[in-house]
């Protein structure tokens, strides 16, 4: 098979504009001639090899970020968006929306903010929002969309945050016993703990710096808010900074994105990046026994290996996603070429909706997106009782996944025929922008394509996709 061309002009600008260099100089260091380092800026050539290699030892630049992971998510948003009917006429060849992605990703970025903004306005129009016509109704993303899309471009990796997580998790020989460390290092901020049996999960008094815990929670997750709670105290110069970086749009999405990273460095701080990533590859990422080594929920461990993409020490990309019993999807991330969709459901072939009819079980899928891209999915349910008798209990299912060429990473590949293409099944995206014609499962037509309706003809769907 021809190996792919690799084609990454918009990164080779940001590297040679972040570091100050004329393309003049930029060329000679890399070994090449000035018309060359053009045209690979404008993608009108690959990068070659010999660049690489030179990116790699003149700048230290790890190779993998010329990857086109965030082209591809980039692609992902902007056929989602074209999808809209407000876009009449044929959908733009997927080379042209990658082309635009990798030469002008700015560009993309702000059509996709353009339709978000417009989609909400519409919104707000159909619901007759009491906010029209008052000065602040002007349309932006909500805060929640905004801070899934900075951990989403982020690539779900911040690295300032999981290395202070990592610090304090190994600092001073520190026991394996997380816990034990935790409550002594918010005891050094002054800062006491009580166990109490209480509704809230977790209640923290500023002025008497007194942190109460829920006592109906498991071990797991006691330990998890503390370490939230150690970062809101001991990291809020950290985090704060963080934010300053992100540019948020209200006070509402910083306030969401902080607690956002507060749980991000706890999860971090309870499976540190180094000696979690070659547990991880030692086990074949069997999420049982790293859950069990590490005192973490198999929620937490499975959101923590969707976050290994340090520079220069990766782990595998994974995509994550949590749904709810509506299918509703309430958690997302991929480092791989698959995405999600930005609104509504998951694709219902997936075997995440299949994981609340076998409770308890990891359920293995080999799957293929309508890309040809083939993936090994896992799924399990999750659910989030409130310790007593009567309380609702909050039932989620949880999916890991990542391209097929890493199976033989993962303890869950043992035993599927990966050899045969009628063992991996066909899934999509969400309905109005999957290209499958035939899908039995299909809730929409796609709404790039023309129908057929035939009043005198019946099949699985009342329509023909053309």
Partial sequence: MAQQKLYAGAKLREVRTRIGMTQKHFAAKLGVSLPYLNQMENNNR??????????????????????????????????EALADPVFSGDMPPLADLRLAASNAPALAHAFIELHRSYRQTHERLASLDEALGREDARARPSPWEEVRDFFHYCDNYIDAVDRAAEHFATAEGRPGNIRVAVIAGLGNAGVTVQFTDMDLIRSYDADTKNLQISSRLSPETQTFQMLLQLALVRQNALLEATL???????????????????????????????????????????IEILASRFGASIEQVVHRLSTMQRPGAKGIPFFFVRVDQAGTITKRHSATRLQFARFGGACPLWNVHRAFEQPGQFLRQLAETPDGVRYINLARDVSKPAGRFGAPVRRFAIALGCEVSHASALVYADGLDLTRDDTFEPIGISCRICERKQCHQRSVPPLERQLRVDPDTRDVLPYQVG
Avoid: W
């Avoid at 790890?62 to 902007?78: A, F, I, K, P, Q």
């Fill in 244 to 286: 300053d970086l992100a540019r948020f749009q209200s006070s509402e999405a910083r306030a969401i994105a902080k607690i956002g990273l507060a749980n991000y460095y706890a999860g971090a701080t309870l499976m540190p990046y180094g000696p979690f990533l070659q547990a991880a590859q030692d086990c074949r990422h069997d």
């Fill in 46 to 79: 690959p990068v070659s090899t010999t660049v690489v290699l030179a990116l790699a030892q003149e700048f230290g630049l790890d190779v993998t970020e010329l990857s086109t992971g965030d082209s591809e998510r980039l692609v992902s948003d902007m056929r």
